[in-house]
């Protein structure tokens, strides 16, 4: 069985990008994370503690946010999708991040990655 937590839209402003004006100020992103999970023993316990909680993830993401920085995209998705199976009981993740200022002729620009936990 498969049950998927999401969040969507997630905003954090932070510093990130190759050029040196981008280093210079925050400027949004935006995250959408799909964690597949099993919803079994929550829906038993109807407890908190024994689902895979979207504040904390959403906690979690803006902290490594503002405790680090990288100039891509990727290297934060990576960095996210193993903190997120490392530390949530989660099976596989998808996260996408979207960073709207960085291409002014698009809506918004960003990437995409799957990650599965070691079995
Ligand atoms: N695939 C990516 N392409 C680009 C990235 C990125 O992180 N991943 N970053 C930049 C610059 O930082 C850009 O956002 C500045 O406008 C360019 N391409």
């Known amino acids: 069985m498969q049950d998927k937590v999401f969040i969507s839209q997630l905003?954090?402003?932070?510093?990130?990008g190759v050029f040196d004006f981008e280093k210079q100020a925050k400027q949004p992103l935006f995250f959408d994370v799909e964690m597949?999970?099993?919803?079994?023993?929550?829906?038993?316990?109807?407890n908190v503690d024994?689902?895979?909680?979207?504040a904390k993830v959403s906690e979690r993401i803006i902290a490594h946010?503002?405790?680090t920085q990288v100039e891509l995209l990727e290297t934060l998705a990576e960095q996210l999708t193993t903190?997120?199976?490392n530390e949530f009981a989660v099976s596989q993740?998808?996260?996408?991040?979207?960073?709207?200022q960085a291409v002014i002729?698009?809506?918004?620009?960003?990437?995409?990655?799957t990650r599965k936990k070691q079995s």
Do not use: W
């Open 11 to 16: 905003q954090v402003n932070t510093i990130i």
């Open 36 to 46: 597949l999970t099993n919803f079994a023993q929550a829906a038993k316990s109807d």
């Open 50 to 54: 024994d689902v895979v909680d979207y």
């Open 65 to 67: 946010c503002e405790s």
């Open 83 to 85: 903190i997120i199976l």
């Open 93 to 100: 993740v998808t996260l996408r991040i979207s960073k709207p």
């Open 105 to 113: 002729e698009a809506q918004t620009v960003g990437i995409e990655i």
